[in-house]
């Protein structure tokens, strides 16, 4: 009998314990359940401004098709491109901005422009400039929406950005990633052979027939011309390059108002030779930057008082890693606009601003 009760009491005592337990364990999952439920509703409120930024940009983008000859003039030798754009007004016109490469010098009725409604507008005239492989469509339409854009002057890596275009002719395709790096230049760019490069990279996937699209911040606002790709495989490796939209726009309204880009010029002469040891010995802590070895007379440089012995350390926004960054930043500059920028003069790192003049004045 003993016995018995014993057992009984192991028995009553046991189950109070596993009790116990499972209610322990039924509080715990009950709490996990609370974070998770809490923390789906953030991330849910993020993607939810996700997609509502990409309802908002996808009307000022548009599809681009071309057909080009190739070798010969039959149907079978045609090569066709496609590629994608932004809408913008300039002055009472509306244009599409994208990239040289898309146009390839296609005629005018070789170039199908479709919007995300799925209208087709018309190319009325068409106008580029090889050396940043920009392009420019003023089209004839109306009821058409601009994009919004941002200050590419201000992008910092680490962003979030969206890339959206037309890879493989599949329109209006939204990708998302992160800027990787700002201020790429040298690059191999295969058949565009871009003379001035001063990119964004990002790891949004990009793939042939981005080309053109837009790269877009959280608010909404074009940021950059997605142009190229660094690839082994000819698709996205997760290494693609865009023309901050500030240097595109710029080439863009040159294009509209005079035919042809008047590239910006600064005025100094830039000293080789400036390396570590010569940083080290004005303060630097590293060679960075554009040595000052001569100023232009009459030239914007003297105009801001640019003297002998100065580093140029940032410039439009970019730092400066070198003399041949600055010349490629310098070139890609509006020349309507009050340009900051910073030197390290006497051992402290001065602001300044400049308007920078036409080349064309100052070459002989």
């Not at 189950?15 to 509703?41: H, K, P, T, Y």
């Not at 495989?233 to 390059?241: E, L, R, Y």
Request: hydrophobic letters at 40%; a negative charge.
């Amino acid at each position: 009998m003993r016995s018995f009760l014993a057992l009984l009491l192991v028995l009553l005592v046991t189950g109070l314990c596993v009790g116990q337990d499972l209610q322990f364990v039924s509080a715990n999952r009950a709490a996990q359940r609370e974070e998770i439920l809490a923390e789906a509703d953030f991330l849910q409120r993020e993607l939810n401004h996700l997609k509502r930024v990409v309802r908002y940009v996808r009307p000022s983008i548009v599809h681009i098709e071309t057909t080009m000859a190739g070798n010969g003039f039959s149907k079978s030798s045609e090569v066709d491109e496609a590629g994608a754009g932004i809408i913008f007004k300039h002055e009472k016109s509306f244009f599409v901005l994208t990239n040289r490469h898309v146009i390839n010098q296609a005629p005018l009725e070789r170039i199908r422009i479709y919007l995300e409604d799925g209208r087709q507008i018309r190319a009325k005239r068409v106008l580029t400039d090889r050396d940043t492989d920009v392009a420019v469509v003023e089209v004839d339409s109306d009821r058409l929406i601009p994009a919004e854009v941002g200050d590419s002057s201000q992008v910092e890596v680490g962003e979030k950005v969206f890339a959206v275009g037309s890879p493989f002719g599949l329109s209006q395709t939204v990708t998302y990633g992160i800027i990787s790096a700002v201020g790429r230049r040298n690059l191999q760019l295969g058949r565009q052979g871009l003379k001035l490069q001063n990119f964004f990279q990002t790891d949004a996937a990009i793939n042939p027939g981005n080309s053109g699209g837009p790269l877009i911040n959280l608010r909404g606002e074009v940021i950059g011309l997605n142009t190229a790709i660094a690839s082994n495989s000819g698709g996205n490796d997760g290494i693609g390059f865009a023309i901050p939209i500030h240097a595109a726009l710029g080439v863009a309204e040159q294009l509209i108002e005079k035919g042809q880009v008047a590239r910006a010029f600064f005025g100094v002469r830039m000293d080789a030779d400036f390396d570590a040891t010569g940083a080290k010995e004005i303060g630097l802590f590293r060679a960075r930057g554009a040595k000052v070895s001569g100023v232009t007379p009459g030239s914007p440089a003297e105009a801001a008082m640019i003297q002998v012995g100065d580093v140029i350390t940032k410039f439009y926004g970019q730092e400066v890693e070198d003399d041949l960054q600055l010349i490629n930043i310098v070139s890609l500059c509006p020349l309507d606009e009050d340009i900051r920028f910073e030197i390290y003069r006497d051992g402290k790192f001065v602001e300044k601003t400049v308007r920078l003049a036409a080349r064309n004045r100052f070459e002989n």
